[in-house]
Structure formats: structure tokens, C-alpha cells
């Protein structure tokens, strides 16, 4: 069984910065989808950043290209999601999410394990 445990948001500024983490029990294999989602209030879950596991095969959403990187920390089994230029739209409940193969689609539906994520709040 695999846990996501997220951390980091908070209360921040619009143009400020937000780094957040998801720890992942067990050991990942380089070929897992990780990916990060989010939920605005009474909006459906997006998709926002993913790679795999051994840091190929980065891809964002349109609407965070440019401002958001998704990276991880083998040593830590740690994902990451640093976020600069943070817009009062970013505003939502960020998700980690794994899937244990290569998933292209990427998709909320797709994916296996579920963090119960972390509330980012930008204000204008």
C-alpha cells in the first residue's frame, strides 16, 4: 500500500512563492507516474504538474507553465512542487497522486493513491 502524505501550503500573497511536498512511503520505481492535482471550491480536480518518478517526462497544465516545477529527492522519496508567481486563481486544495506505471493521460480518474492533500490560498 502506498501513502502520500503532502505538506507546505498556506497563506501567501499573489506573486509570492509556495513549495509543496509529498512524502511517499515505500520506495517508488523510477518508472511511477507522480503527479500533483488541485481542487478549487465547487470546481472539479485539474490536473497541474506530473513526471515520472526518475524526473523524465515533465508536463504542466497550460495555466501554471512557466511558474510551477515539479521535482523530486530519491533520498527523501519526497515530491515537490515549487510554485513562484502565485496567482489568486491558484487557490485550491493541492493533491499528490502515484500511479505504479507510465500514465500519459493523466487523468484524476487514472490514478491509483491519493494524498488528502494541503489548502493553498493566494490572496489578491
Known amino acids: 500500500q502506498v501513502q502520500l502524505v503532502e505538506s507546505g501550503g498556506g497563506l501567501v500573497q499573489a506573486g509570492g512563492s509556495l513549495r509543496l511536498s509529498c512524502e511517499v512511503s515505500?520506495?517508488?520505481?523510477?518508472?511511477?507516474?507522480m503527479a500533483w492535482f488541485r481542487q478549487a471550491p465547487d470546481k472539479e480536480r485539474e490536473f497541474v504538474a506530473a513526471?515520472?518518478?526518475?524526473?523524465?517526462?515533465?508536463s504542466y497544465a497550460d495555466s501554471v507553465k512557466g511558474r510551477f516545477t515539479i521535482s523530486r529527492d530519491n533520498a527523501k522519496n519526497t515530491l515537490y512542487l515549487q510554485m513562484n508567481s502565485l496567482k489568486s486563481e491558484d487557490t485550491a486544495v493541492y493533491y499528490c497522486?502515484?500511479?505504479?506505471?507510465?500514465?500519459?493521460?493523466?487523468?484524476?480518474?487514472?490514478?491509483?493513491?491519493w494524498g488528502k492533500g494541503t489548502l493553498v490560498t493566494v490572496s489578491s
Open positions: 513526471s515520472i518518478w526518475s524526473g523524465a517526462s515533465a
Open positions: 497522486a502515484t500511479r505504479a506505471d507510465y500514465y500519459s493521460e493523466l487523468a484524476a480518474s487514472g490514478m491509483d493513491y
Open positions: 515505500g520506495r517508488p520505481f523510477s518508472s511511477w507516474t
